[in-house]
């Protein structure tokens, strides 16, 4: 079946940085899109940033773009996402998802049927 787990999250401070993993398993990660979202206390579920199967292209949400960076390795299965200049409003539980079209890497939620358990991310000095 569809596993999504996620890790490295962690505390930093404000400017500070760190590097979440999503490890993939039991569909052909290689064909998928993927994406990052996440769920900060008291908000609903926002999509952060998706990338193309191949790694072609990638998409960002305007609150991260520029300080984030999501990225694929498909020889491990793994997807990435580089957290630079974090801030506190970043603080969030942060969830890896596969789409229902391998093709989708953008931000509507509902496209896509699978998520990890998430990982915390906490800023704050």
């Known amino acids: 079946q569809v596993q999504l787990v996620e890790s490295g999250g962690g505390l930093a401070q404000p400017g500070g940085s760190l590097r979440l993993s999503c490890v993939a398993s039991?569909?052909?990660?290689?064909?998928?899109?993927m994406s990052w979202a996440r769920q900060s206390p008291g908000k609903g579920l926002e999509w952060v940033s998706g990338i193309y199967g191949d790694g072609s292209d990638t998409f960002y949400a305007d609150s991260v773009k520029g300080r984030f960076t999501i990225s694929r390795d498909n020889a491990k299965d793994t997807l990435y996402l580089q957290l630079n200049n974090l801030k506190p409003e970043d603080t969030a539980l942060y969830y890896c998802?596969?789409?229902?079209?391998?093709?989708?890497?953008?931000?509507?939620?509902?496209?896509?049927?699978?998520w990890g358990r998430g990982t915390q991310v906490t800023v704050s000095s």
């Open positions: 998802a596969k789409p229902k079209n391998p093709g989708y890497g953008l931000g509507s939620i509902g496209e896509y049927d699978y």
């Open positions: 039991g569909f052909p990660f290689s064909f998928y899109a």
